[in-house]
């Protein structure tokens, strides 16, 4: 079979969706999943109801569609939606929660004879003050319609902002954590549900990890106490699907310690790493293009 036709036919495959935004999981040496797909806007929708609409998150919908109105589009105007993914260079287990991506990966067991998926959503996460910790932890415990207590520096800082924070926060529609709450191993972190859905895809958080409320309430149930989370920090992604390199790029977390921009010579450094001596023959246009754009979207860049 063609390469070409393969690698068509295995794009389909991983773009199934069973449900929304969860795919079957590729075999361990395919590294890609979905599609790019198109729409076109109608009169009375901005670029961030299409996002939420869609599953994509705000930063990401921007990015992937440069010179489109945020707020009026335009009737019929084609919307780019970033749905192929380059899977993180992690282990495939449990929640991997990619910072500068601001997007979620979900692996859970699988029992014999089921088929095994992925589900990815997109997150908000801590904003350059306020960032969220890196490494590996798990979910320890979850809870519906949790109150929140305010820790003593966001009363603070509301404070310092003519606010008064109380003391505990009771559930309902004015609760920031929303209606569910998945607490982490790291003490005073949560990924969770929120009141203010338009910020999912941007860091805006003090630290928690955000979910829109459809995408944490179709998780919740299905991802059980003591599930492994790994944090990690990967502007640049590369996978394989068929015999097609993709490269993947998003801009840099600089208050991680990042160089405030990715270079070509950066991503040469870990395209050889990734590559190691497998024979490869590179493009060095799309490699340029991707490193240009940083748009989020995977590239191919073998020939």
Not at 32 to 44: F, K, M, P, S, T
Not at 102 to 130: A, C, E, N, Q
């Amino acid at each position: 079979m063609p390469c070409k036709l393969l690698t068509a036919l295995l794009a389909c495959l991983f773009a199934c969706p069973a449900p929304a935004d969860t795919r079957i999981r590729p075999p361990e040496d395919v590294g890609v999943i979905g599609l790019v797909e198109y729409i076109r806007a109608h009169d009375d929708e901005t670029l961030l109801d299409i996002a939420r609409d869609q599953d994509i998150g705000q930063n990401e919908i921007l990015v992937a569609n440069p010179g489109v109105d945020r707020w009026l589009p335009g009737k019929g105007t084609v919307i780019t939606l970033p749905r192929r993914h380059v899977l993180p260079d992690a282990r495939r287990n449990g929640i991997i929660l990619n910072l500068p991506e601001m997007r979620l990966y979900y692996f859970p067991r699988t029992s014999k004879g089921v088929t095994p998926t992925v589900t990815t959503h997109p997150v908000s996460i801590g904003r350059m003050d306020w960032d969220t910790p890196l490494g590996t932890t798990r979910i320890v415990s979850k809870k519906v319609d949790p109150t929140w207590t305010p820790p003593q520096s966001l009363k603070e800082e509301a404070l310092a902002d003519g606010e008064v924070l109380p003391d505990v926060v009771p559930a309902g529609p004015d609760n920031p954590l929303g209606r569910y709450a998945m607490r982490l191993g790291v003490p005073g972190y949560l990924i969770h549900s929120t009141n203010k859905p338009w910020g999912v895809g941007m860091r805006v958080t003090h630290g928690c990890v955000r979910m829109y409320p459809e995408d944490i309430e179709q998780l919740f149930d299905r991802v059980p106490v003591g599930t492994p989370v790994q944090i990690i920090n990967q502007p640049v992604k590369l996978g394989w699907l068929a015999q097609t390199l993709y490269l993947e790029i998003h801009p840099p977390m600089e208050d991680a310690g990042d160089s405030p921009v990715i270079d070509m010579q950066t991503v040469m450094n870990r395209i050889a790493e990734f590559v190691g001596e497998r024979p490869v023959q590179l493009n060095g246009r799309a490699i340029r293009l991707a490193v240009e754009t940083q748009h989020g979207m995977p590239v191919a860049i073998t020939r």
